[in-house]
């Protein structure tokens, strides 16, 4: 049985003054999403991501299709139970202290006091802000709130957690707390299904991902599949040798950065740069491909006509 199972998902929401227009923000959107599996539901702002995900908490409501989360429909209240979610903005009140959040919320699951008080304790050690557990949230960097909001959505032990960009507006080491977080539940044989439109942070993290685009379904598979599946370039980092200048030919093609050279060129001409570069005795920092961005496959998406379909792994559509 899949975790989430996604069929013909659509809402269109009423726009303008008289709310008499309407607009398509889900487009029969269909997805199925395994157990265990870190899930990334990739796309640029406006892609119908937090949409879907108020969908499938029963937020709102859809104009057409349906989902089972579990086997069971979004509307069975009794399936919450299983499921834990992260808004895409949590509003906490500012003058309780972490501990005090999450025994809030552990009463939503019926928990006795002192299951509770293990439970916070527990869920506190496991997003690192056990030792800020008695402090007011309004103390909070960015980062501890989106891990305190991360504990309250784990708070019951769920078999699935939905995430709403939980790294947007985090610096990178808020976002490699919040990625050990996610690979700590996969860990321990959750289901992590998070959107994002950070690719890196997707890349590092996911068995599999889907792209959305304008509300529309435009890719499946593992994030490699999706995104690196062409290289266009490689990149060789170099440093020339102490008191030599170098050659012409290579000067013109490379360019300085920091008292070291970096030259892009086609993988077919790779062999040939090497010899270039260790005629002057340069030496080799680096070589790796130039991979296609996020901001570069977004691009690309917005570009190409609509009906062009990148790749869609079978039985997905
Ligand atoms: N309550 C709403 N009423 C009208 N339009 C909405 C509403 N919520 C979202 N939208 C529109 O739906 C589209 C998708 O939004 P959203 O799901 O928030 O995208 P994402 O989370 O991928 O950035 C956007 O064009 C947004 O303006
Ligand atoms: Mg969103």
Not at 45 to 64: E, H, S
Not at 85 to 99: C, I, K, M, S, V
Not at 191 to 199: A, C, E, G, N, Q
């Given at each position: 049985m899949p975790a989430i199972e996604i069929l013909g998902l659509t809402k269109d929401y009423a726009v303008g003054f008289w709310r008499k227009r309407m607009r398509r923000s889900l487009d029969n959107l269909s997805l199925e999403v395994n157990e265990g599996e870190i899930f990334?539901?990739?796309?640029?702002?406006?892609?119908?991501?937090?949409?879907?995900?108020?969908?499938?908490?029963?937020?709102?409501?859809?104009?057409?299709?349906?989902?089972?989360?579990?086997?069971?429909?979004?509307?069975?209240v009794a399936m919450h139970r299983d499921i834990g979610?992260?808004?895409?903005?949590?509003?906490?009140?500012?003058?309780?202290?972490?501990?005090e959040l999450l025994d809030y919320y552990a009463r939503f699951s019926g928990f006795s006091a002192a299951e509770r008080r293990a439970r916070v304790t527990r869920v506190l050690e496991r997003v690192g802000l056990a030792s800020a557990a008695d402090v007011q949230l309004r103390k909070f960097s960015k980062g501890m709130l989106q891990r305190a909001g991360i504990a309250q959505a784990i708070i019951h032990d769920p078999r699935i957690v939905f995430l709403d960009e939980p790294m947007s507006g985090l610096d990178p080491i808020g976002r490699r707390e919040v990625r050990d977080i996610i690979l700590d539940l996969k860990t321990q044989g959750?289901?992590?299904?998070?959107?994002?439109?950070?690719?890196?942070?997707?890349?590092?993290?996911?068995?599999?991902?889907?792209?959305?685009?304008?509300?529309?379904?435009?890719?499946?598979?593992?994030?490699?599949?999706?995104?690196?599946?062409?290289?266009?370039?490689?990149?060789?980092?170099?440093?020339?040798?102490?008191?030599?200048?170098?050659?012409?030919?290579?000067?013109?093609?490379?360019?300085?950065?920091?008292?070291?050279?970096?030259?892009?060129?086609?993988?077919?001409?790779?062999y040939s740069a090497f010899d270039e570069i260790r005629a002057c005795n340069a030496r080799i920092l680096s070589v790796s491909p130039v991979r296609q961005t996020l901001e570069d496959y977004f691009l690309g998406l917005v570009e190409r006509a609509p009906q062009a379909t990148p790749p869609v792994e079978a039985g997905t559509r």
């Open positions: 990334g539901f990739l796309g640029p702002n406006g892609a119908g991501k937090t949409t879907c995900m108020k969908l499938l908490m029963g937020l709102i409501f859809p104009t057409a299709g349906t989902a089972r989360i579990l086997g069971r429909p979004i509307d069975d979610y992260l808004p895409e903005q949590p509003y906490f009140y500012d003058y309780l202290t972490a501990r959750r289901t992590v299904f998070f959107s994002t439109h950070i690719l890196s942070d997707a890349e590092m993290l996911c068995d599999r991902v889907a792209v959305l685009h304008l509300g529309k379904l435009r890719g499946v598979g593992s994030p490699g599949k999706i995104v690196s599946v062409e290289v266009h370039a490689m990149e060789i980092l170099f440093e020339p040798a102490e008191g030599h200048s170098l050659p012409p030919g290579l000067a013109q093609r490379a360019m300085p950065v920091g008292g070291r050279y970096r030259l892009e060129l086609p993988e077919a001409a790779l």
